[in-house]
């Protein structure tokens, strides 16, 4: 089977679809050739194998309004003619000329789309260029797919709710590496993502106030200043992927404060560790976390607070979470999501 992979960012770029491309395509690679198609990033090159996978990297436009940039790319439609696959997997919504050159193989190549956030997701100013865009998005292009796979079960309400016959859509969650259980702490507490107005970061800032700990920030973005200046708040930016490992393997518990969040997938990550988390009670969050540890409602700061010093406070509940999390987090494996990938796949080719 040929498979072609269609995103603005891949490696070395590092975000949640990101990885879940890295990890699901260096799967499918090891019998089946994998094609992605993304931008030319600044200091790689046009092509390369990475983990068994063909990237090819196209001339680009980037727009840094938001983290990740606004991107347009030139050639995708092209370069999906000449690799000639036989399904097309695109993973992002916010790029038109990505979207016009997939749509442009409706009826010639099956179509499938992984829908990886909340629709209309964003917050302020933003908030209505997301919905506009999803709109369109869900009108030109999904409704136009063999299969939608969705990460969550929310996800997937979302959609059906919105118009997107559940006939096309598919449940698979995201997965995790396994990493050895870590019995090891330090005393401080881990953010790691992007620092964007969706993340809950002023409920953080208001919470850390009364929090008995340290926080460590790992990730970059417009909304760094909100935590900037307090006195138990350091700031990391962007950390590799070794030094997050050891900083979810050192810290407490990781915490997830968001408004928005169809996932969390570095929640999965923290509890691959044997780390609890406290995050928020939405999106696909309570799916992922199960009874791994704390959930607080969206935008109580207060309720954030006591979560964190409770769990500060008590060290047999950290262990017990912990163990739960580790549990939990091994069954939700990359190989798990994989493998359902595939036979989404095949679906798709039989139905033909």
């Known amino acids: 089977m040929r498979i072609c992979i269609v995103n603005p960012f891949f490696h070395p770029y590092i975000g949640g679809i990101e990885e879940h491309i890295r990890a699901i395509g260096t799967r499918l ?9 993304t931008s030319l990033l600044p200091g790689t090159q046009a092509f390369e194998v990475v983990d068994g996978m063909q990237v090819h990297r196209l001339p680009s436009l980037f727009l840094k309004i938001y983290t990740p940039p606004a ?3 030139w050639g ?16 992002h919504r916010w790029s038109p000329e990505y979207a016009r050159a997939v749509r442009g193989f409706v009826g010639k190549i099956p179509i499938v789309l992984t829908w990886h956030n909340d629709f209309g997701e964003g917050v302020g100013w933003q908030r209505p ?3 506009l865009n999803d709109v369109l998005f869900r009108q030109y292009l999904a409704r136009r797919c063999a299969r939608i796979i969705c990460i969550s079960e929310y996800v997937r309400g979302r959609l059906i709710e919105r118009g997107i016959r559940a006939e096309l859509l598919r449940v698979i969650h995201n997965g995790v590496e396994i990493q050895p259980y870590s019995d090891l702490e330090e005393d401080f507490v881990l953010y790691v993502g992007r620092l964007v107005q969706t993340k809950g970061l002023d409920v953080l800032a208001k919470a850390m106030k009364g929090v008995r700990s340290t926080l460590v ?3 970059k973005g417009p909304s ?7 006195p138990n708040v350091k700031l990391a930016g962007h950390v590799a992927e070794e030094e997050k490992h050891k900083l979810l393997a050192r810290c407490k518990f990781l915490v997830l404060p968001s408004r928005i969040e169809s996932f969390g997938l570095v ?9 609890p988390v406290v995050a928020t009670r939405v999106g696909g969050v309570p799916e992922v976390v199960g009874d791994a540890g704390i959930l607080v409602e969206p935008g109580d700061s207060r309720q954030l607070r006591d979560a964190m010093n409770s769990l500060l406070s008590d060290d047999g509940l950290r262990r017990e979470l912990g163990k739960k999390a580790w549990a939990r987090a091994s069954i939700l494996s990359w190989d798990r999501t994989a493998s359902e990938v595939l036979e989404v796949y095949r679906e798709v ?3 033909r």
């Open 71 to 73: 991107t347009a790319t």
């Open 267 to 275: 929640l999965l990550e923290a509890m691959a560790h044997g780390k």
């Open 224 to 230: 760094s200043h909100i935590l900037k200046g307090l």
């Open 217 to 219: 920030v790992c990730g």
């Open 76 to 91: 995708v439609g092209k370069r999906i003619a000449d690799i000639s696959p036989d399904i097309l997997h695109a993973h």
């Open 29 to 37: 690679s090891k019998r089946d050739e994998v094609h992605v198609i």
């Open 129 to 131: 260029f997301s919905l």
């Open 349 to 351: 080719l039989m139905s």
